[in-house]
């Protein structure tokens, strides 16, 4: 496995090209089963998760070629409508796939998804909402499996906005009979991006981005091409990355619209920021001044920008509140911050952090992807060696970010483990 080293300590300076979003490109790619016409998708980021669920499709029958950024896909027949444990395990996003399977096949089985480092997650959402819309559903021996020979369009409301739930919903009440309103829907710019991509292939979907979404079914969906929307979690993070070296960083290829949460904290933390229409240039001619966040669904702050918030605040003036609210014990990188000499006290859903001079490099251990990430910015402004183990969760997310950090000119490198200098 391998592990990636930092010297702490350089000033992040330049431009840095955002990749496409894990979080959009996984709902596209599973979405590809509502239809059997060439759907052709571009600035697919090339990160793990996103080969897992070609891989996954390809298990299911569908014809997937990826080329650089670009993936081609075909789902003409299907071969099976199981999602195994053993992908499932390690992605739990392969349940996207359950909607769009039930909808256009008539049954899904999918392994249910198991423990995970951020807390419990159900899927008890995606099951109730496919309930619903006629659905029959079991749980036998770690899966459910769905059946339905066609779904019915009806009224659904979710206790918890979720995001892949919203997904799941939204493609399988694509071709539902009827209509569908999905109440307390998710908002988040992934969720429009696939209404985006559903639509052009023939689906009729309206409100995707407020908390009400309507679905008329509809029989199948064609073909259709789309450009997967720029990852703002990318893009804050490494913002983040940029604001804790005092660097002078832009972020290309960006949606500064969809970033308006962090970017808001970030300037209260010091930074100046510049928005163009699609990057945002972050330098730091204050010091880092410690600033609250609160993580809420869209249009707050994400929880998947909380841990590198952590990291950053642990150097900055003062002492900051960090409370989580999306998931339950999303706190894993807080250990690993305290190992680098971070002052972070936990208090229920909340982090203290107080604020100290300096962080020195460590060995620490990624428990997320997320988390490694926070672990990663600390790691850019710590005094020696950082050396972040299992880098492998990382590498779900993050395209080529050695590549992109070297360039903004960190010193930061990977190694197999194990291995010597
Ligand atoms: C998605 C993102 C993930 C992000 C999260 C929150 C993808 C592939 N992943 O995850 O990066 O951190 O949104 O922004 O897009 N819940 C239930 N029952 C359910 C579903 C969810 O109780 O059936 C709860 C969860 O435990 C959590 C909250 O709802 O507390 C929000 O989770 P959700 O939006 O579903 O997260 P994901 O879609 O799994």
């Not at 962090?262 to 204050?286: C, N």
């Not at 990663?376 to 969760?393: C, P």
Request: charged share 25%; with cysteine.
């Amino acid at each position: 496995m391998d592990e990636i080293l930092i010297n702490g300590g350089k000033r992040l300076c330049g431009d840095v090209r955002i990749s496409g979003a894990k979080n959009s490109a996984l709902p596209i790619l599973a979405s590809t089963i509502l239809g059997g016409g060439e759907c052709i998708i571009t600035n697919v980021p090339r990160v793990v998760d996103v080969l897992t669920m070609g891989k996954l499709l390809g298990i299911l029958g569908v014809k997937v070629s990826h080329e650089g950024n670009r993936a081609v896909i075909h789902a003409g027949t299907i071969e099976s409508t199981e999602a195994p444990y053993d992908l499932v395990k390690t992605m739990r996003a392969s349940v996207l796939v359950l909607g769009p399977l039930l909808a256009r096949w008539g049954e899904a089985k999918v392994s249910l998804p198991g423990g995970c480092a951020i807390g419990s997650r159900p899927i008890n959402l995606h099951l109730a909402g496919l309930a619903k819309l006629g659905a029959d559903i079991s749980i036998d021996q770690g899966y459910v499996t769905a059946k339905a020979a066609r779904l019915k369009g009806g009224r659904i409301y979710c206790d918890t906005p979720t995001v892949t739930g919203t997904e799941n919903l939204m493609m399988a009440a694509s071709l539902a009979e009827g209509t569908t309103v999905l109440e307390n829907a998710a908002k988040e710019p992934e969720i429009v991006d696939l209404a985006d991509f559903l639509v052009k292939r023939g689906a009729r979907i309206h409100g995707a981005g407020t908390d009400v979404i309507t679905v008329e079914g509809v029989r199948e969906l064609h073909g259709g091409d789309h450009e997967v929307i720029p990852d703002r979690i990318e893009a804050g993070t490494y913002l983040a990355a940029a604001a804790i070296t005092r660097g002078d960083v832009t972020a290309t290829h960006c949606r500064p619209n969809h970033l308006e949460a962090v970017l808001m904290k970030l300037r209260e933390a010091g930074a100046e920021i510049q928005e163009e229409k699609d990057s945002v240039r972050l330098t730091m001619p204050k010091n880092l001044r410690g600033t609250d966040v609160r993580t809420l669904p869209f249009p707050g702050f994400p929880t998947d920008m909380q841990a590198q918030m952590a990291a950053l605040m642990s150097l900055a003036e003062g002492t900051s509140v960090v409370t989580e609210t999306v998931f339950e014990s999303r706190f894993m990188h807080v250990e690993e911050l305290r190992r680098m000499g971070a002052d972070i006290r936990v208090e229920g859903n909340r982090l203290v952090v107080t604020g100290c001079k300096k962080l020195t490099g460590a060995p620490v251990m990624a428990s997320d992807l997320r988390a490694s990430a926070g672990l990663i910015v600390a790691g850019l402004a710590a005094e020696g060696t950082t050396q972040i183990q299992r880098v492998y969760h990382l590498d779900r997310g993050y395209e080529r970010i050695e590549e992109k950090l070297g360039v903004l000119g960190a010193y930061i490198r990977r190694r197999p483990a194990g291995a010597s200098h």
